[in-house]
């Protein structure tokens, strides 16, 4: 096994909790991710069984597994604040090629922290640029260049506020190994920390386990992971592996930033499917009490849902008013499971929706999202959604939340697949179904928490006309 170390210890930095400004009528925090292809997502601000925010906030990621000639590109799809922290993530299945070049569009400097580590036959390397200039939604992509072609490159970018903009790395570890050992590296903290893992495996993961958050993950559950180092000590990061095979892992403690604000709610990972096969795998551990919520799309009128289910068969509650129709046929249905019993990510978590009635059921879409800090008996309070055909934008309608903190979450459903999304104002994406993923669909996710009482109101704007169905939820 092969260990790289780089240390780096500064004294004075403390804790913080991160607020994201959101222009919703009354909100005060929203979160972006991108996604494609059966990828899963996990947004959560929380580390452990608690619901407070963490003290460094993921504003978006993005992704990108194709190459094109000696480089591959992915993109911020939001936009990007000024003062944050880029973290770049490159493996490939390699270990001819070589780095040249680390930039994007909007001239920050990437500095190498970790690698270029490499095993039997795959290399991995992880980057970072503080203090990154302000870009407009979809405006800045980073672009990786090679020495000759990558085999199988898989990049992926990460944005954080929260994080020092001078100097932030407090250590990091790197390790490799050709064998059938869980991949893991441990990092030992000196201050308060954001810590990110990185994986690539020649097979692959089977789950990301040991509370960390599983922030970007491709279709055989190579990763990016973090988690909150509250204290000085041994971290790790890493996954569980499917046998023997070739392997890196990376992990990388930036110092968090002084002050900040908490909040009540977080969502703590995500999953998606848009195969057909009507289930969203989990690849971290669902914490029990969470709440679960589920969006289902299908495009048979005559098929309805008989079934939600999840690996530790809680009960899951249809929310009333639903299915809603767009698209000239497409169905929407939205449930939720509160108090959920929990599953570690070793037991394959995953959410599976059953249909009942005739003929195909043309494309499926299932969503499912982990929240932590809802109420545990009642979490629903309401919705509102609209649809609107042949245009560029969508608007849910005003919802009146009459509580307060509630969590407004808002999924977005639109026919055809816009080629970038344009959030109105300081909305982010969770979800958003790219080219390069082969999907057929826009479904994008936003959420928000509503701290005061309040009109709200959610609406997302593309470059390309398409039939929408824009919904608004609200949870306390």
């Avoid at 597994?65 to 770049?88: E, K």
């Avoid at 020495?147 to 898989?154: E, H, N």
Wanted: with cysteine; charged share 10%.
């Amino acid at each position: 096994m092969d260990r790289q170390h780089v240390r780096r210890v500064k004294p004075g930095h403390g804790p913080t909790l991160v607020r994201l400004d959101v222009r919703l009528a009354q909100s005060t925090l929203a979160v972006a991710i991108a996604a494609c292809g059966r990828i899963g997502f996990d947004v959560s601000g929380d580390a452990g069984g608690n619901a407070t925010s963490s003290t460094a906030t993921l504003v978006q990621q993005g992704i990108s597994l194709r190459a094109s000639g000696n480089s591959v590109t992915a993109q911020f799809l939001g936009s990007q604040r000024a003062g944050d922290l880029d973290v770049v993530v490159i493996g490939w299945k390699d270990t001819s090629a070589t780095i040249v070049s680390v930039q994007d569009t909007a001239s920050n400097v990437y500095v190498l922290v970790a690698g270029p580590t490499t095993a039997t036959g795959i290399t991995q390397a992880v980057y970072y640029a503080a203090g990154i200039a302000p870009a407009d939604p979809g405006a800045n992509a980073v672009t990786v260049t090679f020495s000759g072609p990558p085999t199988k490159p898989d990049l992926r970018l990460l944005e954080y506020s929260g994080l020092v903009t001078q100097d932030p790395v407090d250590a990091a570890n790197s390790s490799s190994g050709d064998d059938a050992s869980d991949p893991a590296v441990d990092v030992t903290t000196t201050v308060d920390d954001l810590v990110v893992g990185a994986t690539t495996a020649s097979n692959g993961c089977v789950a990301v386990g040991g509370g960390a958050r599983v922030r970007v993950i491709d279709d055989i559950a190579n990763s990016a992971q973090d988690l909150d180092a509250i204290a000085p000590g041994v971290y790790h990061t890493g996954c569980m592996s499917g046998g023997a095979q070739s392997w890196v892992v990376q992990t990388v403690a930036f110092s968090v930033a002084p002050g900040g604000q908490t909040s009540p709610f977080s969502i703590r990972q995500t999953g998606e499917d848009e195969t057909g096969s009507g289930v969203a795998q989990l690849y971290g551990d669902q914490i029990a009490a969470d709440t679960m919520l589920v969006f289902v799309i299908w495009n048979n009128a005559t098929s309805t849902v008989t079934r939600v289910a999840d690996t530790a068969d809680d009960a899951f509650m249809a929310i009333p008013g639903f299915p809603a129709t767009y698209n000239g046929g497409t169905l929407f249905a939205a449930y939720y499971a509160p108090s959920i019993a929990g599953s570690a990510a070793s037991a394959a978590s995953s959410v599976a929706v059953t249909f009942s009635g005739p003929g195909s059921l043309g494309f499926v879409g299932v969503y499912a999202v982990e929240v932590a800090g809802l109420d545990a008996i009642a979490p629903y309070d309401r919705s509102k959604y609209a649809v609107c055909m042949g245009t560029t934008g969508c608007a849910s309608g005003s919802l009146a939340v009459a509580g307060a903190p509630e969590l407004v979450v808002s999924p977005l459903m639109a026919s055809g697949l816009p080629s970038e999304a344009v959030p109105a104002t300081d909305y982010r994406l969770i979800y958003f179904n790219s080219s390069t993923s082969g999907m057929t669909t826009g479904s994008l996710l936003q959420y928000a928490v509503a701290a005061t009482p309040g009109p709200y109101e959610t609406s997302f704007m593309v470059n390309a006309t398409a039939n929408w169905l824009q919904t608004i939820f609200a949870f306390r």
